[in-house]
């Protein structure tokens, strides 16, 4: 007859419940939709950002520029402006932040206020990222095909597309 020791029996009890417990969590950048494909998951390169870029699409008069760059610590940051007549109309700070495990595509205005957008989807060349709580936009989408990058905003009905191309040259701002 075999005798099991009680502590072994509740080493293989804890262990089973460890791992059981494990199997659910999902990981910070897997597809909200389905859990299906884990370990076939794609992965944006954010280093396909890089640079700096114009768009192509504005509306007569205005000019629209995003810049990227990667920081010290690692971390992508981006800034965004809008020219009229040489005046900057509209600005703001990008970033990408990993934080409570997850990856954010944060937007700060020129007066500070930041809103974050979970980033949900991901494939090798585009991501989307949601704030269900913002009024507009509620989606950000970002699809960079080599030296192009198409973003929409959209949210409430109201869809606006952001044709980039990438610049050889630095940004002049004239004055």
């Known amino acids: 007859m075999i005798r099991f020791n ?3 029996i509740l080493i293989v009890l804890m262990s089973v419940l ?3 417990c494990n199997l659910d969590k999902k ?3 897997s597809d909200s939709k389905s859990d299906d494909n884990i370990g076939q998951q794609e992965f ?4 396909l950002l890089l640079g700096k870029w114009k768009r192509t699409n504005d509306s007569e008069g205005k000019v629209t520029y995003e810049s990227w760059h ?3 610590e690692g971390k992508y940051e981006g800034f965004g402006c809008t020219l009229q007549h040489g005046d900057t109309i509209w600005q703001e700070k990008i970033e990408i932040d990993d934080s409570e495990g997850y990856l954010y595509f944060k937007v700060t205005d020129k007066t500070g206020h930041s809103v974050p957008f979970k980033i949900m989807e991901q494939s090798q060349n585009s991501f989307s990222c949601h ?3 913002n ?4 989606t950000i989408t970002y699809k960079v095909n080599k030296n192009k990058i198409m973003a929409t905003i959209s949210g409430g009905g109201t869809k606006v597309d952001f044709d980039f ?3 050889d040259k630095p940004i002049e701002f004239s004055k």
């Open 6 to 8: 009680h502590t072994f």
């Open 70 to 72: 990667q920081n010290e």
């Open 165 to 167: 191309v990438k610049m």
């Open 44 to 47: 944006f390169d954010f280093e």
């Open 27 to 29: 990981t910070p950048y």
């Open 135 to 138: 009024d507009f936009p509620k």
């Open 131 to 133: 704030n269900k709580e």
């Open 18 to 20: 460890f791992l059981s």
